[in-house]
């Protein structure tokens, strides 16, 4: 984590983080090279180890966060504009979705559009060693939130051709009087070439 400090976790630190994180990791190594340190309990390990964290996981909290965000929006924006393409076709496949279905895709992928635009906005205002304003997790939610409200429009099944009738009524099917060996088995009342008196 020293090292890390001074690297890859240099522009996510504030500076009384820092010093506070490097006195607290340096305290610990020196605990655990004591006799006290050597005959500890796990307990007593695991409650160092979480002091550290205290301090530590949020600068790596930050650093992930920054590492991710675009990966993120870039799904989110891919989400949107695949819907607003098929919202704004003119596809034979789409022809059967109402208007106003279509319309209800488009206003909900602007709205969130917007949405992540303001929110990257604000965070690009902001230092890197600060908490974000945006996380990953609320702009995968977002893409969710587009994908299952689309998804069931854009799956709704065509409407069945309707079936032509002759006067009002449908063509009856022809049908022979020929019993069908098959279900001779099956239909006692239609007698099998077996049968005997």
């Known amino acids: 984590m020293r090292g890390k400090v001074e690297d890859r976790y240099a522009a996510y630190i504030q500076p009384q983080e820092k010093s506070a994180l490097l006195a607290g990791l340096q305290e610990s190594e020196d605990w655990l090279y004591t ?4 005959d500890a309990t796990k307990s007593a390990y695991v409650e160092r180890l979480d002091a550290l964290k205290k301090i530590g996981d949020p600068v790596v909290a930050r650093y992930r966060e920054t590492e991710g965000r675009l990966a993120a ?33 488009v206003e909900k992928c602007a709205t969130v559009q917007k949405w992540l635009d303001d ?62 060996p098959s279900k001779a088995e099956k239909d006692p009342k239609v007698p099998s070439e077996m049968d005997v008196d």
């Open 35 to 38: 006799e006290e340190g050597e």
């Open 119 to 180: 929110q990257l906005a604000r965070q690009a205002e902001k230092p890197k060693n600060v908490d974000p304003v945006i996380s990953c997790a609320e702009i995968l939610k977002k893409k969710d939130e587009v994908f299952y409200f689309a998804t069931p429009i854009f799956n709704k099944p065509k409407p069945k051709p309707k079936v032509e009738t002759t006067n009002g009524t449908e063509t009856p099917k022809s049908r022979t009087d020929t019993p069908d």
């Open 73 to 105: 929006a870039t799904q989110l924006r891919d989400t949107i504009n695949q819907f607003m393409a098929d919202a704004t076709s003119e596809h034979e496949k789409y022809a059967h979705i109402e208007a106003a279905d279509k319309q209800s895709v």
